[in-house]
């Protein structure tokens, strides 16, 4: 077998990303809640119509006063009365164990709520106890910040706080000020937070924003990017973060999540860390421990490029290789903070990459709504809720849009809500949704539903080797995963253009399994296969 040793469920697991205010509200508040969860379990697991993924990702759902929607927290072991209960939570991992799904659970690591009683203690005196749990500096002469460091949210990432007279840091918003983790207490804490809800049954962590946790104990500067084109790049680009993010000593942090879950069986860590292959293999071996796996980022950063079979293929086998078979590897196409795939790249494009996605080696990450093809909404400024853009006033870099509500039915309100939702409906749900979807064999739901069967059912396509392959066009990307018992092929034709391939390799003949286009006959010849524009295709081999 491909791996070192008998794979852990999350070596190969496809894990669907829910954002609880968005996907099914159950009291009529237009707000999204755990108990709507509960009762769209089964559209994951647990009937013949199930989608067929392996765990689900919950980002925040604890007390706060949401300026950020959960990413600013002001009780790590409790939940916000608008999702729910703690009790309500138990019957959520309980009822997902029933159907053999797992629960990730988002944990805020960087920083707390304004509103966080340790926050509110730490900013009473210099003396405060509390005080060294959070980052605080002095002002420069004139009251200017302490040095550039920019917050991602826009501005600088340092707030005066007049009680004191000393700036706080805060790497995103300022009612987000950053934690300490230099300090012991900070570390102690969060063990015991880890412990509280592994307690509880979940299955693991998304760790958020973890690259931020630990800044250079100078405090020096961050040099000027020179590549910096204002009004075309984010203002955050600025600088060259070489000071204020993906410090050494944040595999520290990541080793201490680990180590405070090694006690219970098979529990799974991932990291938010936005960084480059090299720095991305760092963190593979600084990290102690087999459970932990960092976030590629860098497939969807793809799009900045030119659209081509030759930059996905190399950017795959180069991080294929880096990773090696003792590594397991990650990939992503969306989340919560940037816009919708199908929103980048158009339908036919993003049903290509879904197959690529679904069928590459590792752990897979979906953004709840792309089975379906959701895409980003166009958000009216009274209707704006985000608060990078509303407190920051920054709507360049607003991301409601691909936050809106799950689109179930051509029901009222797609199925999501009775009342009108926290955010617009697309002006499309009537088309694209579940209901409509599952009744139609050509969707891109059925797509991935096709898919994960596949993987689920295959022992090549769940954890078999990733195997470039050499095919006639540089327009195709070709691969395939293997296991000594059994190989699977894929095509995938990134041009506008019909083109034809070989369908016999190394004397076997390729059988087509799935094809992009769903349902539609393809044209081949006895030993070729004809694919069509920006086509994908699975096939198996005699």
């Known amino acids: ?26 009291n009529g508040d237009g707000i999204g809640d755990l108990e709507g969860i509960i009762s769209r379990l089964d559209y994951f697991r647990g009937s013949p ?19 950020d929607f959960g990413y600013d927290v002001t009780d790590y072991c409790d939940i916000d009365p608008r999702f729910g209960t703690l009790e309500i939570f138990d019957k959520l991992v309980a009822e997902a164990h029933k159907r053999g799904l797992k629960i990730i659970m988002d944990l805020v690591v960087n920083h707390t ?60 918003l300022p009612h987000q000020p950053d934690l300490n983790w230099r300090n012991d207490e900070v570390r102690k804490e969060f063990k015991k937070i880890i412990d509280f809800w592994l307690k509880r049954g979940v299955d693991g962590f998304r760790v958020d924003a973890v690259a931020h946790t630990v800044e250079d104990k100078r405090f020096r500067d961050d040099p000027v990017n020179t590549h910096f084109v204002k009004g075309v790049d984010l203002p955050y680009d600025e600088y060259l973060h070489m000071y204020d993010e993906n410090q050494p000593e944040v595999i520290g942090v990541i080793n201490l999540i680990c180590e405070s879950s090694k006690k219970y069986r098979d529990i ?21 421990y087999r459970n932990h796996t960092p976030f590629n980022f860098n497939l969807f950063e793809l799009f900045k490029k030119p659209w081509s079979a030759e930059i996905y293929r190399a950017f795959i086998n180069a991080f294929d ?4 078979p003792k590594r397991v590897p990650t990939y992503v196409l969306g989340n919560h903070d940037h816009r919708r795939v199908l929103t980048r790249f158009g339908e036919t494009r993003t049903r290509l990459l879904a197959l690529m996605l679904l069928t590459l080696r590792g752990t897979v990450f979906v953004y709840y709504g792309e089975e379906i093809g959701m895409k980003n909404v166009e958000i009216p400024k009274h209707k704006m809720k985000d608060g ?27 199925g999501f809500s009775e009342v009108e939702p926290w955010l617009p409906v697309s002006e499309d749900y009537a088309k694209v949704n579940v209901k409509t979807e599952r009744a139609n ?73 799935c094809s992009t286009y769903m349902n539609t006959p393809l044209s081949s010849k006895e ?16």
């Not at 070192?4 to 159950?26: C, G, H, L, M, T």
């Not at 920019?150 to 805060?170: E, F, I, K, N, R």
């Not at 991932?270 to 760092?282: C, M, P, R």
């Not at 030993?527 to 005699?542: A, H, I, K, M, Q």
């Open 268 to 288: 799974f860590i991932v990291t938010e860390s936005y960084v480059d292959l090299t720095q991305l293999i760092k963190i593979y071996d600084g990290c102690t």
């Open 113 to 172: 709520s304004r509103e966080h009683p340790w926050f509110q203690e730490a900013r009473m005196s210099k003396t405060n106890p509390k005080r060294d749990w959070y980052v605080w500096k002095d002002p420069l002469p004139g009251g200017l910040p302490p040095n550039n460091w920019l917050a991602v949210s826009g501005g600088s990432a340092w707030t005066p706080d007049p009680s004191t007279g000393q700036c706080y840091l805060h790497h995103f």
């Open 388 to 414: 990078f853009a509303t407190l920051i006033e920054n709507p360049s870099i607003l991301r409601d849009p691909e936050r809106t509500p799950m689109q179930w039915s051509d029901d009222l309100n797609a």
């Open 527 to 542: 030993n070729t296969v004809t694919l069509r524009p920006y086509e994908g295709v699975l096939f198996t081999s005699s």
């Open 49 to 67: 119509h199930s989608l067929g993924v392996d765990a689900l990702w919950i980002s925040p759902v604890y007390p706060s006063p949401m300026k």
């Open 321 to 324: 290789k880096l990773v090696g």
């Open 441 to 513: 064999p050509e969707s891109m739901f059925y797509l991935y539903k096709m898919l994960l069967y596949y993987r689920n059912a295959s022992e090549a396509l769940r954890y078999g080797e990733y195997v470039p392959r050499n095919a006639k066009s540089s327009d195709v990307f070709f691969y395939s995963r293997k296991t000594s018992k059994e190989e699977w092929f894929v095509m995938l034709n990134f041009s506008n253009e019909i083109v034809n391939e070989e369908l016999v390799v190394e004397g076997r003949k390729l059988q087509i399994a």
């Open 1 to 26: 077998m491909f791996w070192f040793q008998r794979p852990k469920w999350y070596e190969n697991a496809v894990i669907y990303q829910i954002y609880p205010w968005s996907f099914q509200d159950s």
